[in-house]
């Protein structure tokens, strides 16, 4: 299945005040990981996937984000931006970008973390159920840190928050979607919204499915520096599934771009 007509909007427009130590004046999506933007280490991978449209949902600071990728011809990619004039969370910020959607499927993915998807595999899942949103679901050994999903032939039931006395293991939401256009549509337009907290449990609650496509890949949250250390110590042991990385040979695909 060849990905390289359809769009993905990344949502890189998060504060990161958590990180803000390591990132001084650049948003988060461009922290160092391995001496390369985390954005751009993204991007290339999508790029071996075969997806080359790329909408960047930018706010904070996003000028930095623009400045380095540009129209994305560097990275052999199209990229566009969707800009907003105040933050509109990761609801708003796919809202805001829908005009710029010429499909009537898209991967939305946060800007924020990774998760070891098979996009191919993702999409074929999808289109089988038939459904408006599907989203990845990794499994965690320990889900206290993020919440839960509750799961059930494949549907997602509920979103258990995270209980710091509920150490079980289970599936939690990994931030990597399929949606079709209706649903982005419900989102109103220029008002602060969730995902995980407004679109999702409403959804639910208007009795509209929610597929959770199940993957024991690789996954990590940047969001605070404990992970991101996380990340970077895995990254350099190759743990982290970006292609070409690890203790190997460098694939050209996955060296920063630029110096």
Do not use: W
Not at 65 to 81: A, H, K, N, P, V
Not at 95 to 120: C, I, K
Not at 130 to 139: I, P, V
């Amino acid at each position: 299945m060849t990905l390289s007509s359809l769009e993905i909007v990344l949502l890189v427009g998060g504060l990161g005040t958590r990180l803000s130590p390591e990132l001084g004046q650049l948003p988060k999506p461009m922290v160092d990981v391995g001496g390369c933007p985390f954005l751009e280490r993204e991007l290339l991978h999508l790029r071996e996937f075969g997806i080359r449209n790329i909408i960047l949902a930018v706010s904070h600071r996003g000028e930095a984000i623009e400045e380095r990728f540009g129209d994305g011809t560097s990275l052999g990619m199209s990229i566009i931006y969707s800009r907003e004039a105040q933050r509109l969370g990761t609801a708003g910020a796919l809202r805001n970008a829908l005009p710029l959607l010429r499909g009537d499927e898209v991967f939305v993915q946060n800007g924020d973390s990774f998760a070891e998807v098979d996009y191919g595999e993702l999409l074929r899942f999808h289109r089988a159920h038939g459904g408006n949103l599907t989203m990845s679901a990794a499994y965690m050994p320990d889900c206290r840190d993020y919440g839960r999903l509750q799961i059930s032939e494949g549907r997602v039931l509920s979103f258990v928050e995270k209980q710091n006395s509920d150490s079980s293991p289970g599936y939690i939401n990994a931030g990597v979607y399929v949606f079709g256009r209706e649903p982005i549509e419900t989102i109103p337009a220029g008002v602060v919204e969730s995902l995980e907290n407004d679109l999702f449990p409403a959804l639910l609650a208007r009795g509209e499915s929610i597929y959770a496509y199940c993957t024991q890949g690789y996954f990590l949250d940047m969001g605070t520096p404990q992970r991101l250390q996380q990340l970077r110590a895995d990254f350099l042991q190759g743990l982290v599934p970006l292609r070409g990385t690890g203790s190997g040979t460098v694939s050209p695909l996955n060296r920063c771009s630029r110096s």
